[in-house]
């Protein structure tokens, strides 16, 4: 009998729809005034943020450090370069850069530090052999192959060039055999256990010419052997005997047994004060990486041609190497090391404006070294420069600039919510905060607090943004740069007149803007956040209210309802008793 109409014939569901669409209508209302309260609770939120940016503005306008910001130039950067700092000293120098400064480094010794290449001396006719080419201890690895030694007679300049093949597995005195057939007089080649060194001999009236670009072996470089002068014998650059960076530690060809003292197999040692660890199974390419890794402040390499390890420091100047094995370890002892010898770098030498010779421990001339407050001069050449410190007004001028354009923000805002439209109609279309008299009164109160001061300005240059060639028109309550060549003037000349209107303490504009602006729009007490929660509130009320009204309008159509299905019900009945009488009564319709 829910069903509309069935028994009636009358679509009552139709009518209690529409009279209950009648009786929401207020709701209508009701909803139209949140709707405003919203629009108005967002506006409120925008003034809001945009002043909070303004203070935000005139805060930074306040910071004394602003005003005290220098860039530095030089005349020719690549004598030297100049950092200034803020409340650097301000004016023109000359910088003669007299000497560079130079690290210091640390030479390793060079003598009995290595073992020689060979226990004893070899030639083609000691009994002594050496090892073999491929086991030898030389700095790189042996490649074999052919080697070409030349003879040039000195009188007829013919050379006579002979091709010798040199194998892995030819021993030391095999290979001195070699060269002696190459050469032509028995014992032509030899190597002294003494020296550590191979010596040929050419013939006399001869010369030697070594190597040639089609040789296959490094021979002549395992060697260290070159093309003497004319006459003169070819004679091993320096040591065969060589460090190998790839080798571990224990493989190195030391006269000093290497010992750890921390353990069995580890030591350790300092370098100015900082400690290096090392292994028996370090490879000393990875020592000297600790080396360089670590805050020691060196540079640490190895000098193939002189077989050493040399430490650099990583800064310029004339200083020392500090160097200490540690606990009973001895890697600075047995690698030379200690015992080895400083070459000393050099301080940096300068003068000022003529006047005498100072110095630097590096090539970077603080204020302390030079008396020049705040400055940093990095010198890179020896010359003479000429370096200027002024004041940097770009982020004053970029401050003023982003307070105007915030004020301008504002101001724009506030007229958009205030201001009341009329159409082509007549049709007048007010702002959502066209009658608030708070908010239409705030674009007034702020452009009087940017209006030349008439007493009171902590500068006596400066009254107001007009000084500084911003103003507003009379229909408007935004500002403009009417003239750029004020402000530029004023940051120029007058800067601290501009500091004093904007950074005074209490009667700068940065105070007396956020005197103006922070009780509007503090979070807890501020006018604008506690006129937006009172309008959530009020919202929030309208909400119980058409909550309350939705209520009567869901009761009223239940009653309705019940009442048409009770007559539904009824007619229902009424249809089935006639239907029952026609029957009885042989009445047909």
Not at 92 to 101: D, E, G, K, P, R
Not at 110 to 117: A, K, N, Q, R, Y
Not at 213 to 218: G, H
Request: with cysteine; charged share 15%.
């Amino acid at each position: 009998m829910s069903i509309s109409g069935l028994a009636s014939g009358f679509d009552w569901k139709s009518v209690v729809d529409q009279l209950t669409a009648v009786e929401r209508t207020p709701q209508a209302t009701v909803r139209t005034e949140q709707a405003t309260l919203s629009r108005r609770r967002d506006a409120l939120g925008q003034i809001a943020t945009q002043l909070t940016d303004l203070q935000t503005k005139a805060t930074a306008l306040g910071d004394a450090t602003l005003y005290t910001r220098r860039s530095g130039g030089s005349s020719d950067s690549s004598v030297a370069t100049v950092s200034a700092a803020d409340g650097a000293v301000t004016g023109t120098n000359t910088i003669s850069v007299l000497t560079l400064a130079t690290p210091s480094s640390w030479l390793g010794a060079t003598s009995g530090v290595i073992s020689p290449l060979n226990s004893a001396s070899v030639d083609a006719n000691t009994a002594a052999t050496g090892s073999t080419m491929a086991s030898a201890g030389w700095g790189a690895t042996f490649t074999a192959g052919t080697v070409t030694v030349g003879v040039k007679d000195n009188t007829t300049g013919t050379v006579t060039n002979r091709q010798i093949t040199v194998a892995a597995t030819d021993t030391l005195k095999e290979v001195l055999s070699k060269l002696d057939t190459a050469i032509g007089p028995a014992l032509s080649a030899k190597y002294s256990n003494a020296t550590d060194q191979v010596t040929l001999t050419p013939p006399a009236g001869s010369s030697l010419i070594l190597g040639a670009s089609s040789d296959t072996s490094n021979l002549l470089s395992c060697l260290k052997l070159f093309t003497p002068a004319a006459g003169a014998n070819a004679v091993s650059a320096s040591k065969l005997g060589s460090l190998r960076l790839s080798s571990t530690l224990t493989a190195q060809p030391l006269t000093t047994a290497l010992t750890y003292g921390v353990s069995a197999t580890t030591g350790r040692f300092s370098i100015n004060g900082v400690s290096i660890d090392y292994s028996s199974t370090s490879t000393l390419s990875s020592v000297l990486n600790s080396i360089n890794d670590s805050a020691a402040g060196v540079q640490a390499s190895f000098d193939s041609s002189q077989n050493r390890i040399v430490l650099k420091n990583k800064e310029p100047g004339n200083r020392g190497v500090v160097l200490s094995d540690t606990a009973g370890s001895n890697f600075l002892t047995a690698f030379g090391l200690i015992g080895g010898t400083l070459n000393s770098g050099t301080d940096l030498e300068y003068s000022i404006n003529g006047g005498s010779t100072l110095k630097a421990r590096s090539n970077t001339i603080t204020d302390a070294d030079s008396g020049l407050t705040g400055l940093t001069i990095t010198a890179a050449k020896v010359g003479t420069t000429t370096i200027t410190s002024a004041n940097d007004t770009g982020a004053a001028k970029s401050a003023i600039d982003a307070l105007v354009s915030s004020v301008n923000r504002v101001q724009s805002l506030i007229a958009s919510l205030t201001v009341s439209n009329r159409d082509a109609a007549g049709k007048i279309t007010a702002g959502v905060l066209a009658y608030d008299q708070t908010i239409f009164h705030l674009g007034s109160s702020l452009r009087s607090l940017l209006a030349p001061q008439l007493s009171g300005s902590p500068s006596s240059t400066i009254r107001g943004l007009s000084d500084l060639g911003y103003s507003t028109s009379g229909y408007s309550n935004e500002m403009t740069a009417t003239n750029a060549a004020s402000l530029t003037g004023a940051l120029s000349s007058q800067l601290s007149e501009v500091q004093k209107f904007f950074a005074t303490t209490t009667t700068g504009l940065s105070a007396k803007l956020t005197t103006f602006i922070k009780p509007m729009v503090d979070e807890i007490s501020g006018t604008l956040p506690q006129r937006q929660k009172g309008l959530t509130e009020q919202s929030a009320r309208l909400d119980d209210q058409l909550a309350a009204m939705e209520r009567r309008v869901v009761a009223n159509r239940e009653r309705l309802l019940a009442g048409f299905r009770a007559m539904e019900a009824a007619q229902a009945k009424s249809n089935s008793q006639i239907q029952f009488l026609n029957q009885k009564l042989g009445i047909t319709s």
